[in-house]
């Protein structure tokens, strides 16, 4: 993670929210009254995801006793009628 003051942060954003985007490295920003995290979209959906399969009672179980599974008893997306 990275960590930069907010006047670090102001002065050079661009460069680092894009490295942050390119290379999922959280950014930590330091203010006088505390703090923030700055993440990539993809790991803050990838954050949220793993939140939501944790909440679900037995989901996570689910998953890891099913990973291993034929794709044969799983029914294609474009099958789905969404």
Do not use: C, H, Q
């Amino acid at each position: 993670m990275t960590n930069v003051n907010v006047t670090s942060f102001r002065e050079d954003i661009y460069n680092m929210l894009e490295n942050t985007i390119k290379y999922n490295e959280p950014i930590n920003v330091s203010t006088k009254n505390g703090n923030a995290i700055i993440l990539s979209e993809e790991d803050y959906n990838s954050l949220i995801e793993t939140l939501y399969i944790e909440s679900v009672p037995g989901l996570k179980k689910e998953i890891l006793d099913r990973k291993n599974d034929s794709n044969e008893e799983f029914v294609n997306e474009d099958e789905v009628d969404w």
